[in-house]
């Protein structure tokens, strides 16, 4: 069964360093997101992308925050220069153009010291 | 108002039992609806979308009453492999997914 796919799983930085996430996306969806979950907290909506444009944002992703799709697989979530408050699980997700069920990659847990 | 609350639980419960939790969603144009599980520390995975005429799948039936903007789940015959968090989740539009903050169900033998 296709999966989305996340790297690293896990990641330390420390604060005010760039941070790059990556997802592969499911090969033939064409909506991708990126969400994430503070520990203890409820999965927050940062980003979708479709057709090699951000579609929606939320209030959570301001200029620290990019999305690129930078080849026909890769979906990446850059952090320009982290904070403590970053720290949190980075979960991607893809849809395919008829479906409504959105695919969630096993995510990125992200440390900043 | 939150977007969509739940009831956090937890909800202990023996092997067999039947369980069921709400949620309640606040903007009246929601498009779909759905239950996730959430396994501790993994990403969520979707159980069931949610009809307006109620649906099942298997020991799990959802309901959605759009006049009240209430959405329900009942977990039939508990096993001890439904221990986990269940989400419930509302689409607003094509672009993203709201969630609640989840209901912990643990099953015991």
């Known amino acids: 069964e296709p999966e989305v796919t996340q790297t690293p799983s896990h990641q330390v930085t420390q604060m005010g360093q760039e941070v790059i996430l990556r997802c592969v996306p499911i090969?033939?969806?064409?909506?991708f997101y990126w969400y994430r979950q503070i520990l203890g907290q409820k999965v927050e909506f940062l980003v979708s992308?479709?057709?090699?444009?951000?579609?929606?944002k939320s209030e959570i992703f301001d200029d620290q925050f990019s999305v690129e799709r930078p080849d026909g697989s890769n979906f990446t979530l850059k952090i320009r220069s982290t904070k403590l408050e970053d720290s949190a699980m980075y979960f991607c997700a893809s849809r395919g153009v008829l479906e409504e069920t959105q695919y969630f990659g096993p995510g990125t847990r992200l440390l900043v010291l | 108002r939150k977007e969509v609350e739940q009831d956090p639980g937890p909800f202990n419960v023996p092997e067999g039992a039947t369980v069921a939790f709400n949620c309640t969603y606040s903007n009246s144009a929601s498009q779909s609806f759905f239950w996730y599980r959430q396994d501790c520390r993994k990403e969520p995975k979707l159980l069931m979308s949610v009809y307006s005429s109620g649906n099942e799948d298997g020991r799990f039936t959802a309901q959605l009453n759009r006049a009240s903007q209430y959405i329900s789940l009942l977990i039939r015959d508990s096993k001890l492999s439904d221990s986990a968090t269940y989400l419930c989740v509302v689409k607003y539009n094509d672009y993203k997914l709201s969630f609640g903050a989840g209901t912990t169900v643990t099953v015991r033998a």
């Open positions: 992308f479709y057709n090699n444009e951000i579609s929606e």
């Open positions: 090969s033939n969806h064409l909506y």
